[in-house]
């Protein structure tokens, strides 16, 4: 994706309806306020508080991880994905081997886009 804006607008995105919704998940779940077989599960699983609270800080991780390799298979082409512009058309994504760094960098979208924490390790 050639265009800053929508690369931006993109990431805006993901950071929004993909990110912050699947930490607000797994959050709910960790904090044990899921119903059906699900939340039994893993109300199971985080029976006692240690594992909740190691639980709860790890879910940023993974699910920046699981995007990581998203963007990681856009940008190498392993899997194409496409991009809808806000006029309509469509681009191919990735290709610029500099989404992960969009994803993760010290001024990216995950520290200007996502209302959800993440874990620095810096």
């Keep these: 994706m050639d265009d800053p804006a929508q690369l931006d607008r993109f990431g805006q995105q993901l950071m929004t309806s993909v990110r912050d919704e699947a930490i607000a998940d797994l959050d709910a779940l960790a904090a044990r306020r899921m119903g059906g077989p699900e939340g039994k599960r893993w109300r199971s699983l985080l029976a006692d508080a240690d594992t ?71």
């Design 52 to 122: 909740r609270r190691t639980v709860q800080e790890l879910i940023p991780d993974i699910v920046d991880l699981v995007l990581a390799r998203l963007l990681h298979a856009a940008d190498t082409g392993s899997l194409p994905l496409g991009w809808q512009r806000a006029d309509g058309s469509w681009e191919e994504l990735g290709g610029s081997g500099e989404l992960v760094g969009w994803l993760i960098d010290s001024e990216g979208w995950r520290v200007r886009y996502s209302a959800s924490r993440y874990n620095d390790p810096t």
